[in-house]
T-cell receptor, first 111, second 115 residues
Framework: SQQGEEDPQALSIQEGENATMNCSYK?????LQWYRQNSGRGLVHLIL?????REKHSGRLRVTLDTSKKSSSLLITASRAADTASYFC???????????FGTGTSLTVIP | DGGITQSPKYLFRKEGQNVTLSCEQN?????MYWYRQDPGQGLRLIYY???????QKGDIAEGYSVSREKKESFPLTVTSAQKNPTAFYLC??????????????FGNGTRLTVT
């Protein structure tokens, strides 16, 4: 199936540092989304980037998309302990109405 | 407040029993989805529905069934035919795709344990 893969699987950083997570996918897409999941909870949408966009910002989040390499990255700047969570990318495989999730990156921000 | 409600939060069943997970939304979204999440893994799509009285199988529909009789509700039944039903189940909704994708809104999940 069109499942993305996040890299790294786990990341541990000190508060105040930047965190970068990468996502690779397999087929063409209309858009790519990033979500955050706190332990035992549902996912929360962070940002959506369309296939014709290369970069998008939202607060401390910066997302890039390289459709030629079928990859995206999520940068969280000036991380906080509250950013500790799992982060997932999701793509629509060009269908628009089905979303396929990666395996996630587990981020731990140490106070 | 608008949102998605999944109930119950924890569910325990004996092997061989069918069980129905509830999902209700008041966001006026046309599209609804069911995902399964296993420990340390991503989400896998079970079923999705773009409109009332219509639904489509996802990647892992075997052993599951759904109905979409009302816009607000999309219950999932885990049948005895599902070989490994113990998992965390997540329901989501979104605006219907009309050429532009919209974000998914998730409930807080139901953790099903079958023994």
């Amino acid at each position: 199936s069109q499942q993305g893969e996040e890299d790294p699987q786990a990341l541990s950083i000190q508060e105040g540092e930047n965190a970068t997570m990468n996502c690779s996918y397999k087929t063409s897409i209309n858009n790519l989304q990033w979500y955050r999941q706190n332990s035992g909870r549902g996912l929360v949408h962070l940002i959506l980037i369309r296939s014709n966009e290369r970069e998008k910002h939202s607060g401390r989040l910066r997302v890039t998309l390289d459709t030629s390499k079928k990859s995206s990255s999520l940068l969280i700047t000036a991380s906080r302990a509250a950013d500790t969570a799992s982060y997932f990318c999701a793509t629509d495989a060009g269908t628009g109405n089905q979303f396929y999730f990666g395996t996630g990156t587990s981020l731990t921000v140490i106070p | 407040d608008g949102g998605i409600t999944q109930s119950p939060k924890y569910l325990f069943r004996k092997e061989g029993q069918n069980v129905t997970l509830s999902c209700e939304q008041n966001l006026n979204h046309d599209a609804m989805y069911w995902y399964r999440q296993d420990p340390g893994q991503g989400l896998r799509l079970i079923y999705y529905s773009q409109i009332v009285n219509d639904f489509q199988k996802g990647d892992i529909a075997e052993g599951y069934s759904v109905s979409r009789e009302k816009k607000e509700s999309f219950p999932l039944t885990v049948t005895s035919a599902q070989k490994n039903p113990t998992a965390f189940y997540l329901c989501a909704s979104s605006l219907r795709w009309t050429g532009v994708s919209s974000p998914l809104h998730f409930g807080n999940g139901t953790r099903l344990t079958v023994t």
